[in-house]
């Protein structure tokens, strides 16, 4: 059974910085990229990071380039968005996704597995 579990989530100031983590199990980790996304209310999911299964190639997307960094740990099963100078308009839940092969997909639907969910609320 696969499970993809984000923490790190929480109340932030703008400006702020925040770590969020997912941890993976049930599947064989360094065979899948590894994607962020976030889901605002009343929005649609919306692609934030993407990174290969060496973590030698990423993709963000354009709001998040220069402020957030993606990386990855194939021996512990970890994927780690880093995020720097939030901002209000970051606040939404942050999903960790999973993807078999070695393709940066910025859809959801490219994506087999998904995590519950952290909250990221960015006071302004």
């Known amino acids: 059974q696969v499970q993809l579990v984000e923490s790190g989530g929480g109340l932030v100031q703008a400006g702020g910085s925040l770590r969020l983590s997912c941890a993976a199990s049930?599947?064989?980790?360094?065979?899948?990229?590894m994607g962020w996304f976030r889901q605002a209310p009343e929005k649609e999911r919306e692609f934030v990071a993407a990174?290969?299964?060496?973590?030698?190639?990423?993709n963000y997307g354009d709001s998040m380039k220069g402020r957030f960094t993606v990386s990855r740990d194939n021996a512990k099963s970890m994927v780690y968005l880093q995020m720097n100078s939030l901002k209000p308009e970051d606040t939404a839940v942050y999903y960790c996704?999973?993807?078999?092969?070695?393709?940066?997909?910025?859809?959801?639907?490219?994506?087999?597995?998904w995590g519950q969910g952290t909250q990221v609320t960015v006071s302004s």
């Open positions: 049930g599947l064989t980790f360094s065979n899948y990229v």
């Open positions: 996704a999973a993807r078999l092969g070695d393709i940066l997909r910025t859809d959801t639907r490219s994506y087999d597995y």
């Open positions: 990174i290969s299964r060496n973590g030698g190639r990423t």
